[in-house]
């Protein structure tokens, strides 16, 4: 999740995904998207009283991954040097389950 900057306002944005293109992402994915910015039509009595402001949207037409996926990563030697102690440590199954979310207490029987 990307933060908000110290100080800047938290803005939202309706987006609308249609088709296939839903499938292309997961929560908690980091996307880039593209499409268009459209005005959010009003139907009814919201119609009646729709002034020069609307609320908008984007129409995405287009998703694209930012963050790669874990197969693409290559281990460096100082990545398999610390593995291995991990390793010689013993304990790594309880100790990673421990590290998976862990502002959820408890629940260990869950995470493994």
Do not use: W
Not at 90 to 99: A, D, F
């Amino acid at each position: 999740m990307v933060q908000v900057p110290e100080g800047a306002t938290p803005r939202t944005l309706s987006v609308h995904l249609r088709g296939e293109i839903c499938r292309s992402a997961k929560p908690g994915d980091e996307v880039l998207l593209s499409g268009i910015f459209l005005p959010e039509p009003y139907t009814g009595f919201r119609a009646m009283r729709a002034g020069l402001l609307t609320s908008t949207y984007i129409e995405v037409m287009e998703i694209k991954q930012i963050k790669t996926s874990y197969a693409q990563h290559v281990l460096s030697v100082e990545g398999a040097a610390r593995l291995a102690t991990l390793n010689d440590e013993g304990n790594v199954y309880n100790r990673l389950s421990s590290s998976i979310a862990p502002e959820i207490f408890g629940h260990e029987d869950v995470k493994k």
